[in-house]
């Protein structure tokens, strides 16, 4: 027989205790408090959808290579954390199993199609597979700190790995630290301290492999990092005032959002105060009201295909372009190229990504549902 005892709770945020009688053992699972209706953000999905978007025509050479179109990541990163933070402290009680199964069934089994994908057109135009870093892709700590110092195979899905364990140890650790304020300081100070050590040492935000003491990766210190800013702004967010559906104001948020993936140089140091750019933007259009998020949320359908948009177009360009060797120097054939990777990541996202989803939650909806106990 167990016991179920409600410890005290941080806001949105309850520690559940379960105590087993049985030998005097006592067993623990950690849940969140997930309470309140559900909310989607039609606005913040359509920049999502734009920032992929950036991101393929950046890789495409639809964007200049010097500009610092890579920050669309970062922009993921941060609307990552926002996102979560209210879907996991706005609703029921979720366990941290049931949590890590729906983030790990969100992200793995189109990481895992993709990576087969490479693996197969490996094997057929013959270039040498590095087995050693096919097995961590496989199971999916690839650029964690295990090595190698460079990006292989689908080169984007780097981020799809630090964020799926970045979700899970900030998860843990918010369920872990019940001190609202002690949580906020120790997400600004890891935000600081790494972009910090970024700025130091390589004086830009693209990096993505390199270890920092032979076991800190910098890209899964960056992804917690954005990560964690994005925490921070759900939570300002509830001290928001009616200014946010104002159109100006929500005009300078989207010229916030563009401008550093568009304009910025990626060897200007400038590209440090995108973050703090990216964060305005989230806190402005969150709000679902005003002129300018009511018109981008009818563009929300690029943000539904934005995840398979950029895990699939880095493969389909490398097909491209071994057809058409000149592909960066023609622009038609990259506007075509960018239409092709919005056929595909349709099809993916509707056939694929969601049936998936779905099906493996389905699968483990009895595992999901049942105690962590033995």
């Known amino acids: 027989m167990f016991e179920e005892v409600a410890l005290d709770h941080l806001s949105d945020l309850r520690i ?38 950036a991101i393929a025509a950046g890789h495409v050479g639809l964007l200049p290579w010097e500009s610092a179109f890579y920050l669309a990541v970062d922009f993921f990163l941060i609307l990552s954390g926002f996102v ?20 790990f069934l969100r992200m793995y089994p189109l990481h895992l199609i993709t990576f087969l994908a490479f693996i197969f057109v490996y094997s057929v135009i013959g270039i040498e597979i590095n087995w050693a870093d096919a097995v961590r892709h496989f199971f999916f700590v690839h650029n964690i700190g295990f090595g190698p110092e460079e990006a292989t195979f689908n080169i984007p899905s780097w981020t799809i790995s630090v964020e799926f364990w970045v979700n899970v140890i900030v998860f843990l650790l918010m369920m872990l630290i019940r001190n609202r304020w002690f949580q906020n300081f120790f997400l600004v100070a890891l935000a600081f301290c790494v972009y910090a050590v970024i700025a130091i040492k390589f004086g830009n935000l693209d990096v993505v492999t390199f270890d920092i003491l032979g076991f800190a990766n910098i890209g899964l210190m960056r992804c917690a990092a954005g990560f964690g800013i994005g925490v921070l702004i759900y939570r300002a967010s509830h001290r928001a005032t009616t200014m946010r559906g104002h159109f100006g104001v929500q005009l300078i948020a989207a010229i916030a959002f563009a401008v550093p993936i568009v304009f910025f140089s990626r060897t200007g140091m400038l590209q440090f105060i995108s973050p703090a ?13 005003g002129p300018l998020a009511q018109r981008l949320s009818s563009l929300k359908r690029l943000g539904d295909i934005s995840f398979a948009l950029y895990i699939t177009h880095w493969g389909i360009l490398l097909l491209i372009n071994a057809l058409y060797p000149d592909l960066l120097m023609d622009i038609v054939l990259q506007i075509i190229s960018l239409c092709i990777f919005l056929v595909v990541a349709e099809g993916t996202h509707r056939f694929l990504e969601i049936p998936l989803y779905r099906g493996g939650l389905a699968a483990t909806r009895d595992w999901r549902n049942k105690p962590m106990l033995t």
């Open 16 to 53: 559940l205790v379960l105590f087993s009688a049985k030998k005097f053992r006592k067993k623990w699972k950690i849940v969140a408090d997930l309470s309140g209706a559900p909310v989607r953000f039609d606005a913040l999905d359509a920049l999502r959808g734009f920032a992929a978007l």
């Open 84 to 103: 979560l933070a209210h879907s996991y402290f706005d609703r029921k009680l979720i366990a941290t199993h049931d949590f890590i199964a729906r983030r």
């Open 277 to 289: 750019l990216f964060a305005f933007t989230i806190w402005v259009l969150s709000e679902n009201s």
